[in-house]
């Protein structure tokens, strides 16, 4: 039997007609059963603006971003040659992205539930496109475009909303239950779902990974494949230090620690439901698709102590100091109930008898109900200006000497917190900003490249 592969493919590989035939020229000899695409590249930027341009009464700047995103899909649209009722179906979605701008306008108010719907049209109007490029590239197969709302059930949080996963298997089960008995691929949509009540929700930026590997799991795939714009994953970012190195293969573990802390090439949360399945997922270049790319799996058989080096930027230091922590049971069930109710998540975290320091990305610094919570349970105290440099590898906390190391190729580092323990897959160091690319770089060298 053939193996059943969902495809996931993203904005840039969706840039113009010219990356789309790419694309579906991967897919054909692929044999993708599904394919979930991404906006074109651009575009949901664009549709950010148009939401806060409205929202702040500008109608001639949501003119010319209107007026952008019709010119970009009818351009693309007229390379590929679609037919009638495929530009009809585009004309209907940019004129009801319209509808929606003017409501926003008329307004003076974006909900998170418009917000989610402006956000979504990038992805339904890519789909369309792309399901004209793959149906020419592959004439022997029924390629029939899929709205994914009707199968990914969310919750109703916009903005960065929770997939259901039994409700999502069982719609799954439904309406794509003979996936793999017949001759059809479908083309659906990355980034979105929809609500118990029918709303359109979104799964946070960079969310179209995520929905591939859920879709992955709930269709029971045998492989899900991400197809980006770099040859899979690397040691650490290129664009940091030029001695990064291909990663061939990489556990789901180390990989998900990676994307966790700073590597962009995955979402963080896209491997949880490929990990859930036993699912292998493929990383490759839609632009140099013979290249080898990187393969995530459950166990590999090269495991060492360091694979790489990552760096996640804008970091915040928080700590809460208290007396009332020492000796007392059930207070950091307290702290990280505040951060549960906020919907907020901490990197990384160290804590002494009456402290508790954590991470935070620098944007949650604006939460102002997070930080009034925080504060009743004692003083908080905000250091901006910090990176956060993980290494990523294996049985990091049974290796002697581990820390002369570490510290021996950046002595002369000021490092804030140390968080190490927690995982045998990481060791994570807060140090100043300025100096996080260059941390990466002497890691990098001392560590994986001796």
Known sequence: MEKLIVSKFGGTSMGDAAAMRRSADICKKQNSRMVVVSATSGTTNKLIELSKTAEQGDWGGCEKLIYDLRERHFTIGKELEIPEYTRTKIADLLSE?????RGIHLMRECSPRAFDRMQSFGERLSSLLFTEALTQA????????FDVRTVLATDAIYGKATPLTEKTAENANRLLGNLRAENTCYVTQGFIGMD?????TTLGRGGSDYSASLLGEAVAADVVEIWTDVDGIATTDPRLHKGA?????????EAAEMAVFGAKILHPTTLTPA???DIPVFVGSSFEPEKAGTWIRREV?????????????EQALVTLSTPKMLNTHGFLSRVFGVFEQHRVSV????????????????PMLTHEALFKDL?????VTIEEGFSLVSLIGNSMNHKPGLAVKIFGAIEDINVRMICLGASKHNFCVLVNEVQGPEVVARLHQALIEA
């Not at 992205?97 to 701008?101: G, R």
């Not at 190195?245 to 573990?253: K, S, V």
């Not at 804590?351 to 991470?359: K, L």
């Open 375 to 379: 504060r009743e349970l004692g003083e």
């Open 275 to 277: 990990m859930r399945r």
């Open 196 to 200: 118990p009540q029918g709303h359109t």
């Open 97 to 101: 992205t319209e509808t929606l701008a």
């Open 245 to 253: 190195r291909a990663i061939r293969d990489i556990t789901f573990t």
């Open 347 to 362: 990197d990384a975290i160290t804590t002494s008898e009456i402290s508790i320091a954590m991470t935070v990305d620098r």
């Open 138 to 145: 592959w004439p022997t197969r029924t390629v029939k475009n």
């Open 301 to 313: 058989k090269d495991a060492p102590v360091f694979r790489a080096v990552a760096l996640k930027k």
